[in-house]
């Protein structure tokens, strides 16, 4: 589980015998495939046949019928689908990422253990400093889920806070952890739960404890099952309304991670299951065991996931929370069509679907869907990071908009704003008549970040910015380190923001790209622009304008008009970018 390589994954996409982009069946398991029970509790998705995985080699401390957890590690990372961006340096890193990563083989396992223990050249310290009287706080009653990184079982608490009651337990065989970066890995897992848990819609944690063999990961019990099951249930697709339900569950608890600083990388409908059988009852964010903390500036480059739910950037090796939200588009679209938007026979077809594929929204149901709910997927699904919604951007989409409910603070505010106060004069023009363009979609989610900020007699300064975060902060943030963030605004803490400039340094050019009105927002930019902030501009000062330097002035030659030496049309957008994205069809001299 976690995995783009996973077992379910593999089997589903073995037994098909056509290759397309799209599918158009609901996501199902072939009907070749064997039946697999639900899991339903926090920790692993779906119970995979007992034979896929070896024995531990330690005497079980499990009660009759409960197996061992696997006492292996298996690969963090799918094969390369394409040759990386750079053909040297990446592919050696990754070789010897893989090396040190590469799971013991079988046969070796007790002997592997044994050397571990002894204090051997491999030996590795797997003491985490959890509590080790988990066999006197609960009883384990049954198995009740199995994945790559361990099993689940359901408990009762047999003293204590949690006496009488059912709980989940994750356990993970310290066999298995055969390197650092997999005890690191579990390490890690405990820190999110513990600092994330209290969010209605993540999965509870208890305690983490320990002995000579297991770690054991204390949760709460979800018995509803997983999401998957129940678009399953429902012949493979949900209403509009019943979708948006959902969706809104999905996006308040990933809004809530990424202001933290936390990545989930897993987002799958598997990873979400119902607290209880009712049928409203509320949703549960599962398995952070490929999660990881995120620095606000920082990229990720490891390549982790579930085939068909991974984004293209993470498979160009770079990206950061935005790929989270590629995975909840892919969910929406299955929710609203019953079939995955990318789709092959092949693993490596999957990921060249992924790269290359348009989702498809011509066959049914998509003629029937509103235009909202396919304006919403379709700004989740672009391929561009940059342009797709935020979290919070996506809770204000006119499709799930709903002034009673909360919009959460979005982390993307911050990062704009401290590009902005860090801008030239020149820039800061060319913005503010970008701003003056918006559409009140755009503008209804500023004001609501706007408020997050409590403003003082309609003005914001650093001290806001700061208050506000501090208010959502968590241990989480301190290990990602959001904090950073205030630091880098410090030019900030000389002036104040009223709405209409808070408007303007919180404008993403990239993100107003991909609305379907983007031609007449910047042709009406620009039209501001002239009257008001267009002024004569060489090459060299363009270039410095921009940090680039000499090499670039052939093409900056382009953007500047021959007859009044000051930015075209062309260039206005360009510039807005920063970087070159297309050449747009509208001229204007």
Wanted: net charge positive; aromatic share 8%; glycine share 6%.
């Amino acid at each position: 589980m976690g995995h783009c390589c996973s077992k379910s994954a593999a089997v589903s996409v073995a037994n098909n015998n056509h290759d397309s982009s799209t599918s158009t069946a609901v996501p199902v398991p072939p009907s070749k495939q064997a039946p697999v029970a639900p899991s339903p509790v926090a920790g692993d998705v779906r119970n995979t046949p007992s034979h896929s995985f070896t024995a531990s080699p330690f005497p079980s401390p499990l009660p009759a019928g409960v197996a061992p957890s696997p006492a292996r590690t298996p690969g963090r990372k799918f094969r390369w689908p394409l040759p990386p961006p750079s053909p040297a340096k990446p592919i050696m890193a990754a070789f010897r990422r893989l090396r040190e990563a590469r799971p013991i083989p079988e046969e070796n396992n007790q002997a592997a253990a044994e050397v571990e223990e002894g204090g051997g050249e491999r030996g590795l310290d797997k003491s985490f400093g959890y509590a080790k009287n988990f066999g006197a706080k609960f009883e384990l009653v049954k198995e009740v889920g199995r994945g790559h990184f361990g099993h689940t079982c359901s408990a009762k608490g047999k003293k204590g806070e949690l006496k009488g009651q059912s709980v989940a337990v994750k356990i993970i065989s310290k066999a298995k952890m055969t390197t650092a970066i997999a005890i690191e890995d579990v390490r890690r897992e405990v820190k999110i739960l513990k600092a994330l848990s209290g969010h209605k819609n993540l999965v509870k944690f208890y305690d983490a404890f320990e002995d000579a063999n297991n770690v054991y990961i204390v949760m709460e019990l979800c018995e509803g099952g997983e999401l998957l099951d129940k678009i399953l249930s429902r012949g493979g697709r949900y209403t509009e309304d019943d979708a948006k339900v959902i969706v809104v569950q999905i996006l308040s608890v990933v809004a809530y991670c990424h202001l933290q600083g936390v990545v989930h990388r897993d987002l799958k409908p598997e990873n979400f299951l119902f607290a209880t059988k009712e049928e409203d009852s509320p949703m549960r964010v599962i398995d952070f065991g490929l999660s990881d903390f995120i620095r606000p500036d920082q990229r990720l480059n490891d390549i982790v996931g579930s085939a068909y739910y991974v984004a293209p950037e993470v498979l160009h090796r770079s990206y950061s929370v935005e790929a989270d939200m590629w995975s909840i588009g892919v969910i929406t679209y299955i929710l609203l069509c019953g079939s995955r938007p990318f789709w092959a026979r092949t693993e490596s077809g999957i990921f060249r679907s992924v790269l290359r594929a348009d989702p498809n929204f011509d066959d049914t149901p998509w003629p029937t869907v509103s235009p909202e709910a396919k304006d919403f997927v379709k700004r989740l699904l672009n391929k561009d990071h940059r342009k797709r919604m935020t979290a919070a951007q996506a809770l204000t989409h006119p499709w799930l908009r709903d002034e009673r409910r909360a919009v959460p603070l979005d982390l993307l505010i911050y990062k704009l704003v401290k590009s902005y106060v860090r801008a030239t004069p020149f820039r800061r023009a060319a913005i503010k008549a970008l701003s003056k363009a918006i559409t009140e979609d755009e503008l209804y989610y500023l004001r609501a970040q706007f408020a997050l900020l409590e403003p003082k007699h309609g003005y914001v300064s650093l001290d806001n910015f700061r208050t506000a975060l501090m208010k959502n902060a968590t241990d989480a943030m301190k290990e990602s380190r959001v904090h950073d963030i205030i630091n880098v605004m410090e030019p900030l803490s000389h002036k104040k923001l009223d709405f209409e400039e808070f408007c303007v340094a919180a404008v993403s050019t990239y993100q107003l790209e991909a609305l379907e009105g983007w031609e007449k927002i910047a042709s009406t930019a620009f039209e501001c622009f002239e009257r008001e902030g267009n002024r004569v501009i060489s090459v060299e000062e363009l270039a410095q304008e921009m940090n680039l330097g000499p090499t670039s002035y052939p093409l900056l030659k382009d953007w500047i008009r021959t007859s009044d030496r000051k930015l075209s049309f062309l260039g206005y957008t360009k510039f807005l970018h920063g970087v070159i994205i297309r050449t747009s069809n509208t001229r204007h001299r």
